[in-house]
């Protein structure tokens, strides 16, 4: 029997007026969200994954700029871990970093600069990306 396949997205993002906005292109879009407002409850999220404790997102969208720690941080500890590291992880920032040293070899499947789309846009994009899987 295939294993199911969980349609929900993890994203990380600490600007509540943001959350509000995607809270509702997500949902008009059908697709399941959880939001952590900052990286450590992102980083708990992914020890639960690894523990079994909870199910792993089809999809992590990760702010860099957060208050306790940069959004590379998360990234390196999805990537880092075989359990883990095949979901994929889109960086939605203002903060540009395609030419940053910040990241060394760790490569997020997409980079996403939010002042170049409107939430309903990447509510489409993610939908495209869940129906890959």
Do not use: W
Not at 47 to 54: A, E, H, L, R, T
């Amino acid at each position: 029997m295939p294993k199911k396949i969980n349609k929900k997205i993890f994203i990380v993002e600490d600007d509540k007026g943001i959350i509000d906005v995607y809270k509702v292109a997500f949902k008009a879009a059908k697709i399941n969200t959880d939001f952590f407002e900052n990286g450590q409850k992102a980083i708990d999220s992914i020890k639960d994954i690894k523990s079994g404790k909870i199910l792993k997102p089809a999809l992590f969208l990760i702010d860099l700029i957060l208050p306790d720690m940069n959004g590379v941080c998360i990234l390196r500890e999805i990537k880092g871990n075989k359990e883990t590291s095949n979901i994929p992880v889109f960086i939605l920032s203002n903060y540009t970093i395609q030419d940053s040293k910040e990241l060394d070899d760790l490569k997020p499947d997409k980079i996403i600069l939010k002042t170049n789309i409107t939430p309903t846009q990447l509510a489409l994009t993610v939908e495209k990306q869940l129906n890959k899987s």
